[in-house]
């Protein structure tokens, strides 16, 4: 079976988009290796795999519309199950690291919000 020739709008239009999500996946994986610490790290990583995501599914959602001739939102879903689950990793992720830090003793990390001269006022 050959798939149906996709018009010429929706070839631009797809292919902008994989090209945008593309170098927003590349934007965040340079900048886990560019950036020192995991609480810098970890901004790349979730801004980056989260408007990729989305310029990917948009792509993906005018290819498959345009070739079969209806509304495909199927991958939708993926990106539904992205934007629910990495903020919720992402929170985990630095509450365990910021624990980690103060249990270590070091200073260059925010203290808890009870802890500083705002905490005092209660």
């Known amino acids: 079976m050959i ?3 996709l018009p010429f709008w929706a070839e631009i239009a797809v292919g902008l988009l ?4 593309s170098l927003l996946a590349l934007l965040g994986s340079v900048g886990v290796l560019r950036l020192t610490s995991f609480f810098q790290r970890i901004h790349a990583t979730t801004l980056g795999a989260t408007m990729g995501c989305w310029s990917l599914v948009a792509a993906t959602i005018i290819y498959f519309s345009a ?7 199927h991958a939708l879903l ?4 992205v934007a629910l689950t990495v903020p919720v990793t992402t ?4 509450r365990a690291a910021l624990f ?10 925010p203290q808890g ?3 500083g001269p705002a905490g005092d006022a209660q």
């Open 67 to 73: 070739r079969e001739g209806t509304l495909s939102v």
């Open 78 to 81: 993926i990106a539904i199950f």
């Open 3 to 5: 798939p149906a020739a």
């Open 100 to 109: 980690r830090a103060r249990r270590a003793g070091r200073t260059d990390v």
């Open 18 to 21: 994989a090209l945008l999500g």
């Open 113 to 115: 919000l009870g802890d």
């Open 91 to 94: 929170i985990f992720l630095m």
